[in-house]
């Protein structure tokens, strides 16, 4: 089985489409995104990107996967659609859009994978400002409504519109994570996450922050207890490929960039930095 893994697309329809061809280009039918994939349900584009993509992924035979980054209202998905996972324990928002649960593990042509989405936002007190600034000015219209003798609206609170209190994994969800997945398969072999393991020095890392460790050190204890063979991330918009050796096994990291929306002016960005080939057989 191959796939093609994406970096981040955060809601860029142009670039989710050149993907989609890329796959198509290559015999490819499924599409793994690695998180910031543009999941904003709440807003009405949001709603428009997820039926454009369905739709291109049809017209293409291609099935897109992905797993939750910080800009994805995951809490969301969970609400609408986490009551009826499919035949593999995805979730589908669209007909050809499986989401892949934090912690979801699932095995294709006998390979193990596992998805572990999340990651700190660098900027998130932005986030939180922008929301409360839209609050306020909206209870300021408001304020002018009623002066004016209109009968009273309801004031929108903007909260979990900007910034995603879900966005980073626990400590708890990690353990739960390692402790299933060592019981049911004693480890896995791909494991796909947004953030980067904490043990790989890219040469550009724009989350080389205090605040980012945490999460990091997340993705770095399921590398250390379950021993993936490779290990597919985006969330830093840099490509790079980086080995991880330990006593018990080696991983490949591999790091994708992102759309070209957030990327132009990155030292070296090329567009096709954007996607890897998988290929089950020879991983
Ligand atoms: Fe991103
Ligand atoms: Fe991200």
Redesign the pocket.
Known sequence: MRLLLA??T?GNLGHVRRILRAAADRGIEDVFQL??FGYWEHEQSGVRFLDSVHRAARDHGVTVHFLD???DKSGLIHRRYGDRPDDEGFLRVRGRIRYAPRGHAWTWDGVRFLAFGGARSVDKDERLKEEARRHQKAARKEGHRLAAGRPPAEVPDYAGTLWFPEEEATDDDVRGVIAAVTAASGGTDVLLT?DKPRATRPGTNRKDLDICLPNQERVQRLVDELHPRLVAH??L?HRYTATLTRPRATTRVEGLA?DPG?SWGLPGYKVSDSWLELDTVTL
């Open positions: 970096g981040d955060h998180g910031d980054g910080n800009h947004h985006g969330h918009h992102a957030v």
